[in-house]
């Protein structure tokens, strides 16, 4: 059941949805989002949402000790009609951040929030409760990789005055472990935005110092004030690479216990997000969710990370293995197929199989999966056949340099080992599992690679399982780009996958932005946002690119 793809060309302003810039309102504003107070500097949020009830999140600034914080539901932004109030504590112990659960709300509710602690009252948040019953349209904003040393939270200011946008979804690295010495620095230290803390996150308070540190940028407040925020984590939300051992970018010998950093890394996550929290570590780890959006969709986020996900396989230990084709062959089969490496657990599967069930017995058109990292077959083709050459190439990418893209390209390898490419035996798991709850028709929503991606998807066997839909990073460079291929290099590159690899239609690795996808009950439509600029807080969002997902009687397929 393939998925067709209308493809329109790129567009300047962004059509039905409105324009998006720095100065544009929406019809339907979102209150103001910036306050001069000293107790709310991390401004207010709300997120993971059902259908009577929604997370409320703030973070009480300066106190010393416990906090008594009141909180206020209403049905209109002067808070006239006060629906819900109560009062909840913030402590130390949870670093004075604030999560309340609003109770007993209506489907598909629009509402306004607020708190009040030393007299001051916080900026006014407004959200919605998920949808009930018959549901025509509802839109999804995809957003990944927003590192605080590449540049301002633009992306997600556009997001905010997004007047088609339901609900956010992070898929992923929504905050960087590096010091103010690592990956972007040289940005950093050019436009101000230098991490804190200046060293890697390592423990519980240098995790809450970099959330906090993120959670002061003006784009990120508007979003978290405007919409409600849903989200999966990816890697660095720890460290680079993680998996059930270690992590590629953790050395014990002088960072410690793995276990501990990583432990440390979810519990700020859980403070400083506004998800909802089970309490204790093991379910903590266990961050997967399913959102029933009305008859229309249902939406289930994966866990990638902490529950199950093998050691990622490491090509400096075989480059010098690979000498002829047989080589390759074994290697891919015996190494990067090893059955046993796995990317979700049998918890994770259990609610992937209940959701896809319950959802394709209830006949709704979509079934979205939040997906941190790409799934589509994206093996690197050998790019000097297409008259990419080391003159166009950095010097850490010549032939001969190390693991780069041409050594990659030769051998018909995966371009990274820690996305799905590296675990085919997984895929090819999740496939089956997801064929034998009748859902072949998959929408995947994806981050983690900095590009902007639509792509078919099948299984090894050639079934069609789907569309992903993947986005470029809020600031993340794309790899071409950031890793300094010269002139119209990046460009063609990505000409380049586009030509040798089947499952990807389109991709753009040249801009920052996100993705807004509106689910309809017989197509949806997938319209790319870039922002003109990251390294200044005044910027202008543009259409770049536009497609329409169909469903059809027979299910759904793609058409070039």
């Known amino acids: 059941m393939p998925i067709h793809i209308n493809r329109r060309s790129a567009l300047v302003g962004l059509g039905s949805a409105g324009v998006l810039s720095a100065c544009t309102p929406v019809a339907d504003p979102a209150p103001a989002t910036i306050s001069s107070s000293k107790v709310f500097l991390h401004g207010v949020a709300s997120g993971d ?59 598909g509710e629009r509402v306004y929030f607020r708190f009040k602690a030393f007299d001051e009252v916080s900026p ?3 959200t919605k409760t998920l949808p009930a019953g018959r549901v025509e349209n509802f839109g999804i904003a ?12 633009n992306a997600y200011d556009a997001i905010a005055k997004d007047d088609a946008i339901d609900l956010v979804l992070h898929t992923g690295d929504y905050i960087y472990e590096y010091g103010a010495d690592g990956w972007g620095h040289e940005t950093a230290s050019t436009i101000g935005r230098a991490h804190n803390p200046a060293h890697e996150m390592v423990t519980l308070d240098d995790y809450r110092l970099r959330h906090a540190q993120y959670k002061t940028d003006p784009g990120s407040q508007a979003m978290h004030a405007a919409h409600p925020f849903v989200a999966c984590w990816d890697d660095h939300e720890s460290t680079n690479n993680p998996w059930m051992g270690g ?40 961050f997967w969710r399913t959102y029933v959006i009305g008859d229309l969709a ?47 657990s049998r918890g994770m599967e259990d609610v992937l199989t209940a959701g896809l069930s319950r959802s394709v017995a209830a006949r709704e058109p979509w079934r979205v999966i939040g997906n941190a990292s790409p799934i589509a077959r994206m093996l690197v083709p050998d790019v000097q056949q297409f008259g990419i050459t080391p003159a166009d190439a950095p010097a850490a990418e010549q032939p001969g340099a190390g693991t780069n893209l041409f050594w990659k390209g030769e051998w018909n390898l995966p371009f990274y080992t820690d996305t799905w490419d590296g675990y085919p035996a997984a ?41 992903e839909v993947g986005t470029a990073g809020i600031t993340s460079p794309g790899d071409f780009v950031e890793s300094g291929w010269l002139g119209d290099s990046p460009e063609r590159l990505d000409r380049v996958f586009e030509a040798a690899l089947d499952e990807v239609r389109w991709t753009d690795n040249l ?24 390294l200044l807080p005044n910027y202008t969002a543009r259409l770049i690119r536009e497609e329409t997902v169909l469903r059809e009687q027979g299910g759904i397929s793609w058409q070039a």
Request: hydrophobic fraction near 35%; include cysteine.
């Open 49 to 107: 949402p059902d259908a009577t009830s929604i997370v409320l999140w703030t973070r009480i600034s300066g106190a010393s000790g416990d906090v008594p914080v009141s909180w206020e539901v209403a049905s209109d932004a002067g808070f006239t009609n006060v629906l819900k109030t109560g009062t909840q504590t913030a402590s130390a112990a949870a670093d004075f951040t604030v999560k309340v659960i609003a109770r007993d709300l209506s489907p």
């Open 124 to 126: 006014t948040g407004r």
């Open 142 to 153: 995809l957003a990944s990789c927003s590192n605080y040393c590449f540049g301002h939270f």
């Open 247 to 286: 992590a590629g970018n953790h050395q014990p010998e002088t960072e410690g216990d793995w276990i501990q950093r990583r432990n440390a890394s979810i519990q700020a996550y859980y403070e400083w997000m506004p998800v909802r929290d089970p309490g204790t570590v093991e379910a903590r780890t266990e």
């Open 298 to 344: 249902t939406l289930i986020t994966l866990e990638t990370r902490h529950t199950a996900r093998g050691e990622q396989v490491d090509y400096s230990k075989y480059k010098d293995t690979l000498k002829s084709p047989a080589d390759r062959d074994a290697f891919m089969s015996d190494v990067i197929g090893d059955p046993t490496r796995k990317m979700i």
């Open 427 to 467: 895929r090819e798991a999740f496939y089956a599992l997801c064929r034998a709850a009748g859902a072949s028709d998959l929408l995947v929503l994806t981050g983690d690679s900095h590009s902007f991606w639509a792509n078919a998807l099948s299984d090894a066997s050639g079934q069609p399982m789907g569309l």
């Open 511 to 534: 801009h920052q932005g996100y993705v807004r996808v509106v689910l309809g009950r017989t197509e949806a439509r997938v319209s790319y946002v870039a922002v003109d600029t990251v």
